[in-house]
């Protein structure tokens, strides 16, 4: 059972432009929702988090907007740099639960065209 | 400070071996978690632990097992493999008891099952 949906798979956007990936959780006791980034080769590294009772935040040119009414959440990617190309997990956690479990996403690939 | 370290970061082996992998996680971390990535399913969770103890589990069969010890290394083993096993296994840790969804993960081990 898929319990956090990502959507699109890939994309392709120019430099300067914005990356928008969207996600879709299913499970309401989820309460933290953070963003990973993935280059080739590495690991995933925490970008952004968020939790349910904010409904945006900001950190640079990467902006979590959340709408828990829709149980939808997206990572918007502004002013998008080459440097940005990577694929993109978002992933949803139950922190009032033992265990460090993430669900994540099925990823996005972003890749940023010069 | 050093990251996560994972070893060994390739490795080839045939349908019904096994396999151990290892997990050094940053120094002062004590929960170490083990995700598998493949292309078709993502990043599944497969275990937990903190202080030596398991404290949540995947839905993964009973061939897939871990453990840590006292320094906070951690160990996985997959028994008799299967070719569907062929992934980036990777090992995160975290610097808390509680449940903060934020994960430092390493480069991950690649598997090849033949």
């Known amino acids: 059972q898929q319990q956090v949906k990502q959507s699109p798979q890939s994309l392709i956007v120019q430099k300067g432009g914005i990356s928008i990936i969207n996600c879709a959780y299913e499970?309401?006791?989820?309460?933290?929702f953070p963003w990973y980034q993935q280059f080739p080769g590495k690991g995933p590294a925490l970008l952004i988090a968020i939790r349910p009772d904010v409904s945006e935040k900001k950190e640079g040119r990467f902006t979590i907007s959340f709408n828990k009414s829709a149980k939808q959440f997206s990572l918007h990617i502004m002013d998008s740099q080459p440097g940005d190309s990577a694929t993109y997990f978002c992933?949803?956690?139950?922190?009032?639960?033992?265990?460090?479990?993430?669900?994540f996403g099925g990823g996005t690939r972003v890749l940023v065209k010069p | 400070k050093a990251g996560v370290t994972q070893t060994p970061r390739y490795l080839i082996k045939t349908r019904g071996q096994q396999v151990t992998l290892s997990c050094s996680p940053i120094s002062g971390h004590r929960s170490v978690s083990w995700y598998q990535q493949t292309p078709g399913q993502g990043l599944q969770f497969l275990f937990e632990y903190f202080s030596e103890t398991q404290r949540n589990k995947g839905n993964f069969p009973g061939r897939f097992s871990g453990r840590q010890f006292s320094n906070s290394r951690s160990e996985m083993n997959v028994s008799t493999l299967e070719l569907g096993d062929s992934a980036l296994y990777l090992c995160?840790?975290?610097?808390?008891?509680?449940?903060?969804?934020?994960?430092?993960f390493g480069e991950g081990s690649r598997l090849t099952v033949l």
């Open positions: 499970n309401t006791a989820f309460d933290y």
């Open positions: 995160a840790s975290s610097p808390t008891e509680a449940n903060t969804g934020e994960l430092f």
């Open positions: 992933a949803a956690s139950l922190t009032w639960a033992a265990g460090n479990k993430l669900t």
